[in-house]
């Protein structure tokens, strides 16, 4: 899977970890920045990581701030772009079946490396719920 990846600082260590794991299961990731844990803007990682979703050039994206709000509330200004906010794992598989996210946010300062692997995971892996006429009926909405 294509995925972009960013962080400002205060996700700038659990992004290298992710982007690292990914690759070894055989993601084609790119990497946005930051390239050091020096203090950052948040929205210099997310505005790249959500246009090149919204354009196609990636499948999903990942931003990672201090708590993930930050990244949701820039990516989502980008049209085309559904960024979840995750902390759990049952909300990043229905933000996925329901909601067909396609930007995963979450804050390296609210979850650690373990829980940040697994919510990546189970985000990954869901497909959303095409066979539910209701789920597309209402992502039809938000885009318009």
């Known amino acids: 899977m294509r995925i972009a990846i960013g962080a ?3 996700g700038f260590s659990l992004k290298n970890e992710l982007v690292e794991r990914l690759r070894k299961a055989g993601h084609e990731v790119t990497d946005v920045g930051a390239t050091s844990a020096e203090a950052t803007d ?7 990581v959500a246009l090149g979703v919204a354009a196609g050039k990636f499948e ?3 931003l990672i701030c201090g708590t993930g709000v930050g990244m949701a509330i820039t990516a989502n200004r980008v049209k085309g772009v559904r960024a979840v906010n995750c902390s759990d794992t ?12 396609n930007v995963l946010t ?10 940040a692997n697994d919510i990546v995971d189970v985000w ?3 497909a959303f719920d095409a066979a539910e006429p209701r789920h597309a009926r ?3 909405k938000i885009e318009a």
């Open 124 to 126: 990954l892996a869901t």
């Open 90 to 101: 049952f909300t990043a598989r229905f933000s996925r079946a329901h909601n067909d996210s």
């Open 60 to 62: 999903r994206g990942i």
């Open 8 to 10: 400002d600082h205060g």
């Open 138 to 140: 209402r992502i039809a």
């Open 106 to 115: 979450f804050g390296a300062r609210v979850v650690g490396a373990g829980l």
């Open 42 to 48: 948040y929205a210099d990682f997310a505005k790249p």
